[in-house]
């Protein structure tokens, strides 16, 4: 059974279309395919912003699912030529609106919007505090206010999919230049207060991001503390505090007080005239489709709106994210595994590593590949060093993902941290494999990794 106030939320969507509009008119106004999404800018009148992403999640007798938007998650319904206010225990009832209009102009990040229709609620009968919602014609919700204790909220849509149709029409994604190290990219970030931008290692195979502990007290960004955390990494657990930024700009969007692991990058090797300050981790890169382009120095991140056509490189694999960090199946030899995508992982030994847990190695004993020992390498992760030991197949490995292939890979086995915690066989391929592939685009979105083939 749908809950009461489930019911009651939605349908302010759409009473006020079909008060003065037929079924298809009000269809128009507020699209409801499966599929269709909207991304909102909200500023409160301290000038703080957050984002919305509101989708439509699916249909069930009659009934459209929302993600999110002026009213939360909550069911749609159309009934006939007007949208009704159901609610579970006493039926169906009317809402009060004190004024509308059919023709306003809406201008927002996505686009200038003509005719849309504003319906403004009393405030005895406005839900979550929603004052005004703006409706444009074949693109649904472009603006909504609402009235809080310390004044008047605004949201606008910055970025939609409806149907076929993508807003902004003219969206470019933003393309950024990297600094490398041993493979490995940087980036170059923007924190308010902060004098001038700060260096991170722009790594997929870390899921919460971190800062350094001096470059805080140093730099002049405005910050304060949060809640400690626990840092796992293929090297070991370590317990952390947390720092809460102002304001994170990155590619065409931004986050407001994102949170950071405090941590000590000072032992760290930073690339060429720069000073890592820190890591972008998945918690904030897996909020943009990126094309990550070792050859030409630079990294595109695409906001959903922002997506173009599939690249033209490579066969798309699938993406799964276990513990928010991107995995897709490979090929080791005959052996299928399963493999994290670490831009953050790079090995100074110019051979072609890949990172392994023992039961990997099980696996392809028993597929009939024998190994000897190539020797040891020393890595370093957040909880420090440790020396692990290189297997070379005695024939030769080969890795294969998506079509594209290395070959005579070495592995380099993990006994500890988050790889020799895995139950199953599992690899990580770091910034030194990966690179090998010219360029890859990872799309969070649909799931999806597109790799170049080998240069």
Known sequence: MLARRTLAALSLFLFPLGACASAEDAQSFMPLDQGDRWSYDRIDAAGNHDTVDAQVLGASAGWVQLSNGPFGARWVSLQGPLATLADSNDGVMSIDFTSASRSETVTTPAGSFAGCTRVDFAPSSAAVNVASVWLAPGVGVVQWTESRWNGEAIATVVSARVGTRVLPATATPRTCPLSFLDSSPYIDLTFAGAQGPATFLFDTGANVSGVDGSWLSSSGVTWWSGMPMTAAGT???????????????????????????????????????????????????????????????????????ERGPPPAFGAAVPVTYPFR???????????????????????????????????????????????????????????????????????????????????????????????????SALALAGSSLLSRFGSLTLDPFDRKLWIGSPR
Request: hydrophobic fraction near 40%; proline fraction near 5%.
């Open 235 to 305: 090297t070991g657990n370590l317990s952390v505090k947390t720092a809460i930024l102002s304001r994170l700009d990155l590619g065409n969007g931004f986050f407001t007080n994102p949170s950071f692991l405090i941590e000590d990058f000072t032992h760290f090797t930073s690339p060429a005239g720069k000073t890592q300050v820190g890591l972008l981790g998945t918690d904030f890169i897996s909020c943009y489709a990126v094309t990550l382009d070792y050859a030409n120095h630079q990294v595109t991140l695409a906001l959903p709106g």
């Open 325 to 423: 960090l991107p995995t897709v199946p490979v090929s080791l030899g005959s052996v299928s595994v399963s493999c994290r995508l670490d831009t953050g992982d790079a090995y100074q030994d110019p051979r072609p590593l890949l990172d392994v847990n023992q039961r990997a190695v099980d696996a392809l004993k028993a597929s009939g590949v024998t190994f000897h020992l190539a020797g040891l390498i020393t890595v370093a992760g957040v909880s420090g060093q440790e020396n692990l030991s290189l297997l070379e197949a005695d024939r030769g490995l080969t890795l294969g993902v998506g079509g594209a292939s290395i070959a005579h890979v070495i592995l380099v086995v993990h006994d500890r941290g988050t790889l020799a915690q895995e139950p």
